[in-house]
């Protein structure tokens, strides 16, 4: 499944492609598109986390996430 959707996307190539999602899809189409030289990125967050202590004696949690940076995935040797 990696293989077809890479071919899918190649027309018209891309300069880079973020991947993410589903483990071993993301890690089938990362190992195809770097092997035809399109670079891939994740993208990485910083969860900012607050809760609140409410007066029925329940706490709220409150989760915020912002982005810190694209980060290129490692290469794949060949054959895994």
């Not at 293989?3 to 071993?24: H, I, K, S, W, Y």
């Not at 986390?49 to 004696?57: I, P, V």
């Not at 912002?66 to 980060?71: I, L, N």
């Amino acid at each position: 499944m990696g293989a077809a959707l890479a071919a899918r996307l190649m027309n018209p190539r891309p300069a880079a492609a973020m991947v993410q999602g589903e483990f071993t899809l993301a890690f089938h189409l990362v190992r195809e598109l770097e092997a035809q030289g399109v670079p891939c990125y994740a993208a990485t967050t910083r969860r900012v986390a607050e809760t609140a202590a409410l007066a029925d004696g329940t706490v709220e949690k409150k989760a915020r996430f912002e982005f810190v940076q694209f980060r290129r995935y490692l290469p794949v040797p060949p054959g895994r």
